[in-house]
């Protein structure tokens, strides 16, 4: 498994979702929890990096020529991810690329779930499954994925290695890459700075629970909303 960390300069952004744009305001009022505040402020980057993402993405699918190569999106807020997906049925439309999107959200019952997951590990073309973290975790055999992006990034360590652990599995026969995309100068790079610095603090140790709870002990809280209020 190889991991990357793809800076997106303010030059890429596309303009930001007006209904978070409201809600963020409320933040300066003092009316949002930290918590709320940075599932927000997340959501928020996410959206605007998605063009640009999208557009790397079309990118991958092209050098394989639309051929067996599978690709995975998150994103926190359903609505992003379904944008997402006609953004990239655009960006295919104009390039001329046969790409196959599925999306699929928490409110999916189990067996449609099954059902888009069916279709996506049995194409053989360029599919590309854009999905909420719902699938982070309950869901196995997807270990046929060759690229896994994080649009929108996770904010906790534990949630990196569930959504690492849907593409690195047992019986895994193919190299898959785990693309982390952030927004310089937002809350991206500091989750960037922290969360995945301190998962592979964890790997060289070979534990993942060997750093647990140091974050908060360097902050001087126990509190985890305490903790990122500081931080954030």
């Known amino acids: 498994m190889t991991r990357r960390m793809e800076r997106l300069e303010s030059s890429e952004w596309g303009p930001p979702d007006a209904e978070l744009t409201r809600q963020l305001q409320a933040v300066g009022e003092g009316k949002l929890a930290p918590s709320q505040r940075r599932y927000l402020r997340l959501a928020q980057t996410a959206f605007r990096k998605s063009p640009a993402i999208a557009r790397r993405i079309a990118d991958l699918a092209k050098e394989s020529e639309c051929r067996d190569i599978r690709q995975m999106v998150f994103f926190t807020v359903k609505e992003h991810g379904q944008r997402f997906v006609r953004i990239l049925r655009d960006i295919a439309l104009k390039r001329k690329l046969d790409l196959d999107v599925y999306y699929s959200d928490g409110s999916h019952s189990t067996s449609r779930r099954d059902k888009i997951k069916a279709q996506y590990v049995a194409n053989k073309g360029a599919p590309i499954l854009v999905c909420t973290p719902a699938w982070a975790t309950g869901v196995d055999g997807l270990q046929c994925t060759d690229h896994q992006h994080h649009a929108t990034l ?20 193919r ?18 700075n922290i969360n995945l610095a301190k998962r592979e603090q964890q790997e060289a140790l070979g534990t993942t629970g060997a750093l647990d709870g140091m974050d908060k002990t360097i902050a001087g809280h126990d509190d985890e909303d305490a903790v990122m209020d500081r931080i954030l």
Do not use: C, F, S
């Open 175 to 192: 190299p898959v890459t785990i693309w982390y995309w952030y927004a310089v100068d937002t809350i991206d790079d500091r989750l960037v």
């Open 154 to 173: 996770p904010d906790t360590p534990y949630e990196i290695e569930q959504r690492e652990g849907r593409v690195q599995r047992n019986k895994q026969d």
